[in-house]
């Protein structure tokens, strides 16, 4: 059996998604049938803001749209390469194809077109503003223009191999590194801070409450909440339960 957990973060709420594998299940008592596309290598899951879920499989080189509620799902995009990351704008997914080197579009007519290229792309996440950023398996933070122009964002120190990218309520972005770290980066600047350390994630998201959320094979914990300080003094640095806050810091 193949089970792999992802973590959809719609409002304060997780839907998680149960999919792989010989042993191919998904959300509620569902059954798939032979007409459905099964989920066999998941790097990706996102929510638009319609309230649909978009799984990307790498396996299968294509972008799976998941019914939250009954489980169904159909084939929405296909003809990708390695889909790694995924982001949702009111009109458009935004698909970052890792051996490709580019930064996908998909739009409303379900059309996939290349926005822009960008060598070892992980990651891709739309800003509050409708922005769209990009983190690269070398440690290249950009913004991308609707027009495809790449601006880089340097960091000071640069980005262990970053594999998750969000942003927070303020409008910073969330960064998840190799290192065993999250960090908060100005999108202005590109000073950053250190949100969490000490855990083994690669892909996070971020809850309209502020919650931060890490996605931890098998399970999904959160880890961070975006609030005012409580017992800053007892913040801890490692996650410890599942579905828990541990550390909780200032917006």
Do not use: Q, W
Request: hydrophobic fraction near 45%; glycine fraction near 8%.
């Amino acid at each position: 059996m193949h089970l792999v957990r992802l973590a959809a973060v719609t409002l304060a709420t997780i839907t998680l998604l149960a999919a792989g594998g010989s042993d191919d299940r998904a959300v509620a008592s569902h059954s798939r049938t032979a007409a459905e596309p099964a989920l066999r290598h998941p790097y990706a899951v996102v929510v638009d803001p319609r309230g649909r879920v978009f799984v990307a499989d790498g396996a299968t080189r294509r972008i799976v749209l998941v019914n939250p509620r009954t489980g169904r799902r159909i084939v929405y995009a296909g003809g990708l390469v390695e889909p790694t990351g995924l982001a949702a704008a009111r009109d458009a997914l935004y698909v970052a194809d890792f051996h490709a080197g580019v930064v996908r579009r998909v739009d409303a007519d379900r059309r996939v077109l290349t926005l822009a290229r960008l060598a070892e792309v992980t990651a891709v996440a739309v800003s509050p503003t409708g922005a769209v950023y990009a983190v690269t398996m070398d440690g290249v933070l950009a913004r991308i223009s609707a027009a495809g122009r790449i601006g880089r964002i340097p960091v000071p120190g640069g980005l262990d191999r970053p594999h998750g990218i969000a942003f927070d309520r303020s409008g910073d972005i969330l960064v998840a590194e190799d290192s065993r770290r999250v960090r908060r980066i100005d999108p202005a600047t590109g000073r950053a801070k250190l949100v969490v350390g000490g855990v083994d994630t690669n892909k996070i998201a971020v809850a309209r409450d502020g919650t931060l959320f890490l996605a931890r094979a098998p399970r999904v914990e959160a880890c961070a909440a975006f609030s005012p300080v409580r017992n800053r003094s007892s913040c801890s640095t490692t996650c410890t339960s599942a579905m828990s806050p541990c550390c909780r810091t200032a917006a």
